[in-house]
């Protein structure tokens, strides 16, 4: 970066708006993803300085990662030599209506705050993630995040409503629209959600909200076989009448982990199983709506799909019930480990897994772990895969064991973590060469000099996608 460029920042941004040296490393700094060395952290107040920076950068050709929460898994914010813009100071809530079920805000503003927001309002912000306290709504936008309701209220490409975005040259595109019903023309907020950043910088968002949930019920279940579990989701979705918010399997090997020393939690049930189920339904009447809830899984106990059942009967048994689940960290204790977030009909999930493990041990005989786990309901497993240690060519074939068979049988090579570097190579899984050849399209129209988020999710168009 040239000394005009970085005087020409400071001027548009002002004190505390631009850092470079150790205050630019200190906030290089992710519990999640790799980060790398940026050459300065810009840190806009306003979509006119976001606009600002795009401008000069795209003038000087210098290259520019946005950075949310820094909670992607995916690299998507590895900033070697690019300046990181971050949207930290845009963290307002400029609007809550909860008449019309909308909130606006910058695109900094902390996930759980506005669902907090939300609630104050007997609102509810349907995403919810582990990183609901650090992650920041234009990053969740940019990604398309999904974590743990989506089986009720989809993907976070869902609530949203309006955006506003600059693009590469700093164009402001605002289309912070509040309707739910709207279509004049092309609906260009999808071209900006799930583009993690490559396509413009999200600024603001209008996000659709819904009536909070006056009751819940959660709890812990035990099946012989995955042949139950499709019934069950079935037998669930129809009889709690539209309330089942959540159903997540979790894998033998994950619940062991979970359950046993150094872990702190322990298991609801008494036997064990090959395959665990957390459901849960929101409704709006305590009462009986836990009374259907207890008579649909005692159905489902009876016509063979569950083995044993716990249901929580205090909020401090719904949490240890959560807590297991969200325990992921002690999957550390077979490192080295890769983690894997693939997306596939449910019908295919239980050959996929079966044969994915068969390869890693005959890969790694006595050696390979395979922890799975996820949002079945929505198609969404993730695999933690446990190796004898994590050079360049065993990830190489890992990803070849993982991702391979998702070719056939149309799966995704990401449900909801985004591409980033991470997945870059094997875009082609997933995605035709028409589909790429769009993507690039759109890319080097909307940015012709390539300097938002380069090198992610695609590859320029000088080089060929595998």
């Known amino acids: ?16 708006g631009v850092l470079t040296g150790e205050a630019a490393a200190e906030k290089a700094v992710s519990g999640w993803s790799r980060v790398g060395s940026p050459i300065a952290v810009v840190r806009p107040s306003s979509t006119q300085e ?25 690299h998507g914010i590895f900033s070697d030599g690019m300046i990181a813009l971050s949207l930290e100071r845009m963290d307002a809530i400029e ?17 759980q705050t506005a669902g907090e927001a939300a609630e104050a309002h007997d609102l509810l912000l349907p995403l919810d993630l582990g990183a609901r306290g650090s992650a920041m709504l234009g990053g969740v936008i940019s990604t398309n995040a999904g974590g743990n309701r989506v089986v009720k209220y989809g993907m976070m490409r869902d609530q949203v409503l309006g955006l506003e975005a600059v693009l590469a040259d700093g164009t402001v595109i605002s289309s912070m629209n509040h309707l739910i019903k709207n279509n004049a023309g092309y609906d260009l907020k999808q071209l900006f959600i799930g583009s993690e950043g490559t396509l413009g910088v999200i600024t603001r968002a209008v996000v659709r909200l819904r009536q909070l949930p006056h009751s819940q019920d959660t709890a812990w279940i035990g099946i012989d076989s995955f042949d139950a579990l499709p019934r069950l989701l079935r037998h669930l979705d129809r009889g709690l009448a539209g309330n089942l918010s959540v159903f997540e399997v979790m894998w033998q090997e994950f619940v062991e982990l979970v359950t046993n020393a150094p872990a702190l939690g322990r298991s609801p049930l008494q036997g064990k199983y090959p395959l665990y189920v957390l459901v849960e339904q929101q409704g709006g009447e305590q009462e009986a709506d836990s009374a259907r809830f207890e008579a649909v899984l005692m159905q489902a106990m009876e016509q063979g799909m569950i083995a044993d059942a716990a249901i929580a009967k205090s909020q401090a048994e719904r949490n240890a019930m959560w807590e297991l689940r969200e325990d992921v960290g002690q999957t550390s204790r077979n490192w080295p480990i890769y983690n894997y977030d693939v997306s596939l009909r449910i019908p295919h999930m239980e050959g996929y897994v079966r044969d994915v493990r068969a390869a ?14 996820g949002h079945m309901g929505d198609g969404n497993l993730h695999l933690i895969a446990g190796v004898p240690d994590r050079k360049p060519e065993t ?11 998702l070719r056939a049988i ?16 094997y875009l082609s899984v997933s995605r035709s060469e028409n589909e790429i050849a769009l993507m690039r399209l759109l890319k080097s129209t909307l940015d012709p000099n390539n300097i938002l988020n380069p090198g992610k ?7 060929g996608q595998p």
């Open 50 to 74: 976001v606009s600002a920076v795009l401008r000069r950068c795209n003038e000087a050709r210098q290259p520019v990662t946005p950075w949310g929460g820094k909670t992607g898994l995916v």
């Open 1 to 16: 970066m040239s000394d005009a460029l970085l005087n020409a920042l400071e001027g548009e941004l002002g004190a505390g």
């Open 360 to 373: 890693l041990l005959a890969e790694w005989p006595d050696k390979a772990t395979l922890t799975v786990f």
């Open 410 to 425: 149309g799966g995704s090579i990401s449900a909801e973590h985004g591409i980033g570097i991470e997945k870059r190579d």
């Open 95 to 111: 609007e809550l209506d909860p008449i019309g079920k909308t909130l606006s805000a910058q695109a900094g503003c902390i996930l």
């Open 457 to 463: 999710v695609i590859y320029p168009a000088t080089r």
């Open 395 to 405: 990830k190489k074939r890992l990803n070849e064991i993982i991702y391979g068979p």
